[in-house]
């Protein structure tokens, strides 16, 4: 008898705590069609890529993702070395492979941490 109220003890627990949510990555390859800076806006700098993000990561809005460049998840010298890569990639018109994080968000735009440039 006492193990089965020790049971429903914890099944009770377990139901009322909600899950937590998990965070999700994905790596989406394809060419980088736009860049945006700003001072304040969408972390400073975005990205705007040929395919859908949202597809990937539905947590994400449209195709932009953020490098953070004011240094809101990812330290500014990390966040130059992303927008330059992406910057080089736009300027030779050749395709990336950026990592996006749908739990670090600005304005609701997704994180990329990681650009690969690829060919």
């Known amino acids: 008898m006492r193990i089965l109220n ?4 914890i099944a009770s627990i377990c139901f009322l705590v909600p899950p937590a949510i998990q965070a999700d990555t994905a ?4 060419e ?3 860049l945006l800076t700003s001072e304040s806006d969408f972390g400073g700098c975005m990205v705007l890529l040929e395919d859908n993000v949202q597809d990937a990561l539905p947590a994400c ?3 932009w993702v953020t ?3 004011d240094g809101s998840f990812l330290a500014s ?5 992303l927008l330059e890569s992406v910057q ?3 300027a030779l018109e050749q395709p990336v492979r950026i990592y996006v994080d749908d739990s670090r968000r600005i304005n609701g735009y997704c994180l990329a941490f990681r650009v690969d440039l690829v060919q």
């Open 77 to 81: 010298n990390v966040s130059k070395r």
């Open 6 to 9: 020790l049971s429903v003890l």
């Open 88 to 90: 080089i990639a736009y």
């Open 27 to 30: 790596s989406i390859r394809g």
């Open 67 to 69: 490098l953070s460049c």
């Open 61 to 63: 809005r449209a195709n």
């Open 32 to 34: 980088v069609t736009r």
